[in-house]
């Protein structure tokens, strides 16, 4: 059913104005709210009792469907975190995570407080089901019943939120981990009440490393500490997993040390890229070619967009600032990633700063012979880049933290390909 559906039945029932119902009710989708809890909100606003006439239909997990509208299940209790919303202007208090049964596993949002915890098997009634990220997702709201299931419910997903950082996937919620602070900052962002101070940095366990921002800076989260962190959840920035302490977290100091990875995993490029994301991995491949915007560059003084032509996506004319960059093309036979060289990257490979790039800019009259002295000395080469790797509609791109000429042996290496073929 559409908008305009949904609203025109709303007004019938309630003898209101549609085109108020319709703004009420679209303000109240655009926050993700299913679009029954967001008709019973209505029918409450205008002195209706907020009930549904839809009959919930029993399920198991595995044949929920956004086609059901509401549905009746009995499942165990996965996880459970907690974390603040602004909805409609104000804070709201929401509790997420996962349930299961044993056809399957489900997320959950519960928009009113209900009594259950990780390890319980519960009768969740009268859910709502919405589509979230290609997916069925149950939202518990005014209209939702919770009670004790009369048995145990038997699953074969693990009970809790313990995991390792290279198990995190954007959307989990109510995990529990266990990391070093290998790098943190304190920044001041412009938050939803204004300035905010926050905390930004990197973690980091046995298995991988992450960025990680502290929404509400603990004092224990400092850099060189080992924390377990709990009720944390995740989401996507920059195409990777980041972890997200909020003030609802708990934060404990560890009797031991974290130990973070000194090396990133080795992945093929076709292997990394099919993986959607990674904040940390190597990659060796050859430099087929250095793409134009390459070398001498300008940025926009107030956002660091490369500037063209005097102008910023942005802030329209600006007089940038001079600055030097790599964009390489890295292949290995299993598919291609952009490798994007900073400041400091770049020179390493130019063999000079920005002051002897726009030397020799001026010099040729044409800043284009420092991408292409850049050209000359990488293209063709084999280069160990390790990185954090994003992937999306325009590409995969490589920000590159180190960029070696590879050491590895060739020879070695056809023979390790080709010993995995025989097998």
């Given at each position: 059913m559409q908008l305009d559906d949904h609203a025109e039945d709303l007004a019938s029932d309630l003898g209101v104005?549609?085109?108020?119902?319709?703004?009420d009710l679209q303000s109240l989708l655009e926050y993700n709210v299913p679009v029954e809890e967001a008709k019973a909100s209505i029918r409450r606003k205008h002195g209706?009792?907020?009930?549904?006439?839809a009959t919930p239909t029993t399920r198991s997990l595995a044949d929920v469907t956004p086609d059901d509208g509401s549905v009746t299940t009995t499942v165990r209790v996965l996880t459970k975190g907690t974390r603040s919303i602004r909805?409609?202007?104000e804070d709201r208090v929401i509790r997420e995570g996962e349930f299961a049964d044993d056809t399957g596993r489900i997320s959950y949002t519960a928009w009113e407080e209900f009594d259950f915890e990780p390890g319980d098997s519960i009768t969740v009634g009268n859910a709502n089901v919405r589509e979230w990220e290609g997916n069925p997702e149950l939202n518990l709201g005014t209209n939702t019943t919770v009670a004790a299931a009369g048995e145990a419910v038997e699953t074969p997903y693990e009970v809790g939120g313990?995991?390792?950082?290279?198990?995190l996937e954007p959307g989990d919620r109510g995990r529990t981990v266990e990391v070093t602070v290998v790098d943190l900052e304190r920044r001041t962002i412009d938050g939803r009440d204004g300035e905010t101070e926050i905390l930004s940095g990197v973690v980091a366990d046995e298995s991988a490393?992450?960025?990680l921002t502290d929404w509400d800076p603990h004092a224990e989260v400092e850099a060189g500490s080992s924390v377990r962190l709990s009720d944390v959840y995740v989401r996507e920035y920059r195409g990777v997993p980041q972890v997200n302490v909020t003030e609802y977290s708990t934060v404990e100091r560890l009797d031991r040390t974290v130990e973070a990875p000194d090396t990133a995993p080795r992945l093929d490029i076709g292997e990394a890229v099919d993986a959607g994301g990674l904040f940390d991995v190597e990659l060796v491949g050859n430099v087929i070619q250095v793409r134009d915007g390459s070398g001498l560059i300008e940025r926009c003084p107030d956002c660091g967009r490369v500037v063209q032509n005097g102008q910023c996506r942005s802030h329209g004319d600006?007089?940038?600032d001079d600055d030097l960059r790599v964009k390489a093309i890295l292949d290995d036979g299993t598919g291609t990633v952009t490798a994007v060289l900073g400041t400091d990257l770049t020179a390493e490979v130019?063999?000079?700063?920005i002051e002897d790039a726009k030397t020799a800019a001026r010099d040729a009259m044409d800043k284009e012979v420092v991408a292409d002295t850049i050209r000359d000395r990488i293209v063709g080469r084999e280069y160990r880049v390790r990185g954090s790797l994003s992937v999306d509609e325009y590409g995969a791109n490589l920000d590159a933290e180190e960029f070696v000429e590879s050491a590895d042996?060739?020879?070695a290496r056809a023979r390790e390909l080709l010993a995995g073929v025989a097998r």
């Open positions: 104005d549609k085109a108020e119902v319709k703004d209706g009792d907020g009930g549904s006439s909805y409609q202007g313990d995991r390792d950082l290279i198990d490393r992450l960025p600006v007089e940038g130019y063999g000079g700063g042996d060739p020879a």
